[in-house]
């Protein structure tokens, strides 16, 4: 099962960026979707974003506008580019990935705050 490690998150004062980024232990060139999820406290798990292997994407209404997701198959990462981030997008975000085979997997998240 491929290992998924996030970072770039942090604390942004609402109106900034930030871009998170997810490191897979393995290829992600095969992958079915690689994704973006995001949890708050005390609300469920949603999805943000996603890009499938054929390149087409899909953001959540929360964030289309503001968040653009890509991947880069030669250093094996997925990308999160945050802007206009707004305080009720202050959350763990997660790394998901579906291969074409197995199973899927998620990282350990990353924590977004955006505050003043």
């Known amino acids: 099962q491929v290992q998924l490690v996030e970072s770039g998150g942090g604390l942004v004062q609402p109106g900034g960026s930030l871009r998170l980024s997810c490191a897979a232990s393995?290829?992600?060139?095969?992958?079915?979707?690689m994704a973006w999820q995001r949890q708050a406290p005390g609300k469920q798990r949603e999805w943000v974003a996603r890009?499938?292997?054929?390149?087409?994407?899909d953001y959540a209404d929360s964030v289309r506008g503001r968040f653009t997701i890509s991947r880069d198959n030669a250093k094996n990462t997925v990308y999160l580019e945050m802007s206009d981030l707004k305080p009720e997008d202050t959350a763990v975000y997660y790394c998901?990935?579906?291969?074409?085979?197995?199973?899927?997997?998620w990282g350990q998240g990353t924590q977004v705050t955006v505050s003043s």
């Open positions: 393995g290829s992600i060139f095969n992958a079915n979707v």
């Open positions: 998901y990935l579906l291969p074409d085979s197995g199973s899927a997997s």
């Open positions: 890009i499938l292997r054929d390149g087409r994407r």
